[in-house]
T-cell receptor, first 113, second 114 residues
Framework: GAGVSQSPSNKVTEKGKDVELRCDPI?????LYWYRQSLGQGLEFLIY????????KSGLPSDRFSAERTGGSVSTLTIQRTQQEDSAVYLC???????????FGSGTRLTVV | AQTVTQSQPEMSVQEAETVTLSCTYD???????LFWYKQPPSRQMILVIR??????QNATENRFSVNFQKAAKSFSLKISDSQLGDTAMYFC???????????FGKGTSLLVTP
């Protein structure tokens, strides 16, 4: 596609429910990144994919968070048993080559009530 | 781990004026990359400018330029002839040579006023 696409753009869920956030990167971009942006905060790194493998999962805040990427393309970030502190904007980015900067999606705003 | 510090949470500038946003970072590495990203209210992060640490020449993109001081670990962004559309959050970011994700500062909120 022309850009990085994220869906849904907004999600309201009840505490304790599971949610799936989707990221469709730019075609041909081998690297994919997930970040979390809480209100008034910077971007918190969650996980990085190179192809389908995740060499760096160090940012996942707890075992309730998981992510996968299939076919070197679409990625899904899953949050199980959501908590109110999970409320944030989840940003996905992809890049075609290391150190050349990322192309970001518009994010998914997750609100846990 | 490296840290990126943006000491100005908020700034304001009048249209057509020049403004400089500060960024400092801490690393023991010699090869790395620095970036400035802009995040307007639409939420989408946009790459503004990129600097390679091994290049002494400061990067420039139209009205945007950087002052890269490697010894001081400083990477400021200068916006000339500010426009209303420049109103946004600006994030400074650091990246190692390879294999690691970008590390962002907490951002500076810039307001351009008429």
């Amino acid at each position: 596609g022309a850009g990085v696409s994220q869906s849904p753009s907004n999600k309201v869920t009840e505490k304790g429910k599971d949610v799936e956030l989707r990221c469709d990167p730019i075609s041909g971009h081998t690297a994919l990144y997930w970040y979390r942006q809480s209100l008034g905060q910077g971007l918190e790194f969650l996980i990085y994919f190179q192809g389908n493998s995740a060499p760096d999962k160090s940012g996942l805040p707890s075992d309730r968070f998981s992510a996968e990427r299939t076919g070197g393309s679409v990625s899904t970030l899953t949050i199980q048993r959501t908590q109110q502190e999970d409320s944030a904007v989840y940003l996905c980015a992809s890049s075609w080559k290391e150190n050349y900067g990322y192309t970001f999606g518009s994010g998914t705003r997750l609100t846990v009530v | 781990a490296q840290t990126v510090t943006q000491s100005q949470p908020e700034m304001s500038v009048q249209e057509a004026e020049t403004v400089t946003l500060s960024c400092t970072y801490d690393t023991s590495e010699n090869n790395y990359y620095l970036f400035w990203y802009k995040q307007p209210p639409s939420r989408q992060m946009i790459l503004v400018i990129r600097q390679e640490a091994y290049k002494q020449q400061n990067a420039t993109e139209n009205r945007f330029s950087v002052n890269f001081q490697k010894a001081a670990k400083s990477f400021s962004l200068k916006i000339s002839d500010s426009q209303l559309g420049d109103t946004a959050m600006y994030f400074c970011a650091f990246e190692y040579n390879s294999g690691y994700a970008l590390n962002f500062g907490k951002g500076t909120s810039l307001l351009v006023t008429p």
